[in-house]
């Protein structure tokens, strides 16, 4: 699935719905947390409870942080990992002390069953490779022809 971009406006509520499944929709509540400082670094934090259908499924916190010396900024994003799908979070944007934020949601289905896959290929692999231990691995001299050379036949 494609990014999305979604708004949070206002403080009173804060839930934002990502995306919905047959199974239930992916719901956000939004506290846009941390404006503190460190290391000449302004770093704003927001803190997303995540809910899947209904129930809780943790907390991601996509951090911004802006470089002021530099005067560079840097998104950091945060992650929801399942064996069904990943939920990528990325902090966008905010107005004023956090009163309208703008998130980027990517969520990603099946992403976990690659690594599963992968294991398993390696695991097929190495079986296929394993030696057999019913087969002999004795040396044996074969006559060999060689030219120029005579041969004394007895």
């Known amino acids: 699935m494609d990014w999305k971009d979604f708004n949070h406006d206002g ?4 839930r934002m719905i990502l ?13 846009l947390d941390g404006f503190y400082t460190r290391d000449d670094r302004l770093i704003t934090e927001a803190v997303l409870s995540v809910n899947f259908n209904g129930q809780p499924a943790g907390e991601i ?12 900024p840097m998104t950091i994003p945060d992650k929801r990992s399942t064996l069904a799908d990943d939920l990528y979070v990325i ?13 980027k949601a990517y969520i990603n289905p099946l992403v976990n069953w690659i690594w599963v896959g992968g294991v398993v290929f ?33």
């Open 122 to 154: 390696i695991l097929g692999t190495l079986i296929a490779a394993w030696p057999n231990p019913t087969e002999s691995t004795q040396r044996s001299a074969a006559p060999v022809k060689v030219r120029g050379a005579t041969a004394a036949v007895k």
């Open 11 to 14: 403080p009173a509520d804060g």
């Open 91 to 103: 902090l966008a944007g905010w107005e004023g002390t956090g009163e309208t934020a703008t998130f």
């Open 19 to 31: 995306a919905r499944f047959p199974n239930g929709p992916i719901e956000c509540h939004c506290e």
């Open 61 to 72: 916190v996509p951090i911004r942080e802006f470089f002021v010396v530099q005067q560079q």
